[in-house]
């Protein structure tokens, strides 16, 4: 399902993609995740609830500019679309590192991977990738600029479930961040 207002957005600055390459993330269910758990037990998840409370209070609200369309990989067939973050990300940033310190103190592993704030908006039908859609993006990306400003004023704990059909998103705990 495309989000009207970002394709226009897109299509103005250059950005098309190739019919019936992609499959689309329902704009519902578009999220920035700031840590990922292949699993987590159920014995785990107040520690996991006690440390997105305590990240979300020591981290004002703020703006955040979407900016920006690119793919993952960086290079070759693309397998995911994705808006970056401009204005604001510092302060994304800042959170994620506040999720992670206060995991750790609760005994998580640190995350192997980089933080890399993105919104995942499609993702290729083709598990190897379309190279279409790479090409478009290519030809596109740099005249991307702003897409759009969203306010972040909550970190959500989500639980995905994957199956036959789109992921299911379960919000298991709502923490607003300090005003």
């Given at each position: 399902?495309?989000?009207?207002?970002?394709?226009?957005s897109l299509a103005a600055r250059g950005v098309h993609f190739p019919e019936g390459e992609l499959r689309w993330?329902?704009?519902?269910?578009?999220?920035?995740?700031?840590?990922?758990?292949?699993?987590?037990?159920?014995?785990?998840?107040?520690?996991?609830r006690g440390a997105a409370a305590a990240a979300a209070a020591g981290v004002s609200r703020f703006d955040l500019e979407l900016e920006g369309v690119g793919c993952f990989p960086p290079r070759g067939p693309a397998k995911v679309v994705w808006v970056?973050?401009?204005?604001?990300?510092?302060?994304?940033?800042?959170?994620?590192?506040?999720?992670?310190?206060?995991?750790?103190?609760?005994?998580?592993s640190g995350?192997?991977?980089?933080?890399?704030?993105?919104?995942?908006?499609?993702?290729?039908?083709n598990r190897r990738g379309s190279p279409a859609v790479a090409a478009a993006l290519r030809a596109g990306a740099a005249a991307a600029g702003p897409l759009g400003r969203v306010r972040v004023d909550r970190l959500l704990l989500i639980?995905?479930?994957?199956?036959?059909?789109?992921?299911?998103?379960?919000?298991?705990g709502t923490f607003p961040l300090s005003a």
């Open positions: 399902m495309h989000d009207p207002l970002l394709d226009t993330v329902l704009a519902a269910q578009r999220h920035l995740t700031l840590r990922f758990f292949d699993e987590l037990s159920e014995d785990r998840m107040e520690d996991v970056g973050c401009g204005a604001g990300r510092e302060a994304l940033v800042a959170l994620a590192e506040a999720i992670s310190l206060a995991l750790e103190s609760r005994g998580f995350d192997t991977r980089p933080f890399s704030p993105h919104l995942t908006l499609a993702r290729a039908r639980r995905s479930t994957l199956g036959s059909g789109p992921p299911r998103h379960d919000v298991l």
